[in-house]
């Protein structure tokens, strides 16, 4: 089913009305939609090299608007957030999480993970709703989920444009293990810059 959806994803870049079908699959990835934008954003890059900013402006905008549809279904649908937490089976890390905030701990783990989520091929989704559940600060939420998805749709955008077939082809082979490294560098650097200056 995952493999027919992805295929049908894959299609609608080609599209007369790309633009608006890679807005609709940025906002609903966000919060529910198991297929990330990136399916979309580097054939269309190829596509139209000279749109690529365009294209990545589009995916995070409307990526960052569907992680607040995710918050809100986390804050007052508690029970169909659990339905999206449940099928990625992440339900016990929820539990654990809302117990150690609530004990005034892991509020920056937290912010670590939020923005690996968005950066990342972790579920988007699971972590938007659970921020929802959590309670955790709406500004803040929207500030990492522009930030973190900006910043990967950026590289993915700008690297099919630079390199086209070559980049395409390294998005479906090694793009997730080499995202996940320059997420986790990323978050390294950051907390060591906040312990230097504390």
Known sequence: ????????????????KS???LAILSFTESSFFPIPPDVMIAPMVIAKKNDYLKIFLIATLFSSLGGILGYFIGSYFFDLGMIVVEFYNYEE????????????????????????AGFTPLPFKVFTITSGMIGFNL?????????SRGLRFFIVSYLSYKFGDIFSKFMKTDAAKWFTILGIIIVLIFTLIYFAIK
């Open 1 to 16: 089913m995952l493999n027919e959806l992805y295929q049908k994803t894959l299609k609608l870049a080609a599209h007369k």
């Open 19 to 21: 633009n608006t079908y």
């Open 93 to 116: 890390k929820v539990i654990n999480l809302k117990n150690s905030l609530s004990e005034g701990s892991g509020l920056y783990v937290w912010l670590a993970t939020l923005f690996l």
């Open 139 to 147: 500004p803040i939420f929207f500030i990492i989920c522009l930030f």
